[in-house]
């Protein structure tokens, strides 16, 4: 059995992927912009990256990554539309969502409560330059897993009638002592 980096609850289901031949960074940024996020909306969210019609803000590895409009929702400005980071992470979301279904988890208020992008060992190749020299062409390979949990009922909060006293120190309490009987006379 495979060990995950976090134990997930009872009521949760999971994926994952390892030596999955996607870019690491660009896989890390889409996986950052779903986490926390419900399932449904996750799948949405991909599939408009895709098509180029919502974009990934790129917030830690931005090093050369132009400007969007797109990534002003966000409250960033750089941002890109990986589709083969996004593919992959709609083939995990698609298991996750099945291994949900085989746990008798209502799939509508599925949370993805815990999303990692591991960096799996690098492929290496070589491409061959001026004067004979050969220099590697490395690939940056990734490890995915996705927890998802159900999404506990809101509680709505009860309206406090009682009036939290505030706690004064000596000064203030000397000072409500001095002030309190000229407010009585001055209403009088």
Request: with cysteine.
């Amino acid at each position: 059995m495979v060990r995950y980096s976090i134990e997930p609850k009872e009521k949760s289901a999971k994926a994952r992927g390892s030596y999955l031949r996607v870019h690491f960074k660009n896989t890390r940024e889409t996986a950052k912009a779903i986490s926390g996020k419900k399932l449904d909306y996750a799948i949405k969210y991909l599939n408009d990256v895709k098509e180029h019609k919502q974009a990934v803000p790129f917030r830690r590895f931005h090093g050369g990554v132009g400007r969007c409009a797109q990534a002003k929702t966000f409250g960033c400005t750089q941002g890109r539309w990986p589709v083969k980071s996004a593919e992959f992470l709609l083939g995990l979301l698609k298991n996750v969502k099945s291994n949900a279904e085989v746990n008798q988890l209502s799939t509508e208020n599925l949370i993805i409560s815990h999303i990692q992008v591991n960096q799996a060992p690098k492929q290496r190749r070589r491409t061959y330059r001026a004067h004979g020299r050969i220099n590697p062409y490395m690939s940056s390979p990734c490890h995915i897993e996705i927890i998802v949990t159900e999404e506990a009922a809101q509680i709505k909060r009860e309206s406090d009638t009682t009036k939290v006293q505030r706690r004064l120190n000596r000064r203030q309490l000397a000072r409500k002592r001095l002030t309190a009987p000229s407010q009585a006379q001055a209403q009088a």
